[in-house]
């Protein structure tokens, strides 16, 4: 049971330059999110999704695109990469009935 | 959403018990209140969390306010590994939001 797993750990960017974030759990947990968290900061959220097919906004969601076709992945797509993007994601999933939020290791990504 | 207010930091003697003190005075009649705490380099991991009775677990006791408005995270026994941030955070249940709205949280520190 590896929980929720999120790859890559590290990833160095350019300005403008895409990549996607990935979040995966084995739990079959309904509910996932990210969030980011910059140096010295709170985690903020970005976006969530409560099932398949279904996402939301978070406090924070522009520059970041999210989408949901199975339940166990939540990918978070940089379409443009920017240096305000650099940051420290974490991904979290929990299953209905259990206020448990579970976190992934998160990713590091800096933004040149 | 409702917010919460926590000291930015706190020290405590190892062994010895320590209260972190938290301040929702918007709280809503049906937001969970959690606390989750996040070791260095490391994801948030879930402490406890409650409604409106005490709570206790290995990890910790939760004291929540008659009227709600405030409650307290309560270590019993502090150790060096309990050196983190903990955040409390609350959990709105209405229906269709799902949102975990992270504050700056509370840097323990913990001395030997």
């Known amino acids: 049971n590896a929980g929720v797993t999120q790859t890559p750990k590290f990833q160095v960017l350019k300005t403008g330059q895409s990549m996607t974030l990935q979040c995966a759990q084995d739990?079959?947990?309904?509910?996932m999110s990210w969030y980011r968290q910059d140096p010295g900061m709170g985690l903020r959220l970005i976006h969530y999704?409560?099932?398949?097919?279904?996402?939301d906004q978070g406090e924070v969601p522009n520059g970041y695109n999210v989408s949901r076709s199975t339940t166990e992945d939540f990918p978070l797509r940089l379409l443009s990469a920017a240096p305000s993007q650099t940051s420290v994601y974490f991904c979290?999933?929990?299953?209905?009935?259990?206020?448990?939020?579970?976190f992934g290791s998160g990713t590091q990504l800096s933004v040149l | 959403d409702a917010k919460t207010t926590q000291p930015n930091s706190m020290e405590s003697n190892e062994e010895e018990p320590v209260h972190l003190p938290c301040n929702h005075s918007?709280?809503?009649?049906?937001?969970?209140i959690h606390w989750y705490r996040q070791l260095p380099s490391q994801g948030p991991e879930y402490v406890i969390h409650?409604?409106?009775s005490n709570v206790n677990n290995r990890m910790a006791s939760l004291a929540i306010a008659e009227d709600r408005k405030s409650s307290t995270l309560i270590l019993h026994r502090a150790t060096l590994r309990d050196a983190a941030v903990y955040y409390c955070?609350?959990?709105?249940?209405?229906?269709?939001?799902?949102?975990?709205?992270f504050g700056t949280g509370t840097r323990l520190k913990v001395l030997a």
């Open positions: 979290a999933s929990r299953t209905p009935g259990n206020e448990k939020l579970f």
């Open positions: 739990m079959n947990h309904e509910y």
């Open positions: 999704s409560v099932g398949a097919g279904i996402t």
């Open positions: 918007t709280i809503s009649g049906t937001d969970y």
């Open positions: 409650g409604l409106t």
């Open positions: 955070i609350l959990r709105p249940t209405t229906s269709g939001t799902y949102k975990y709205i």
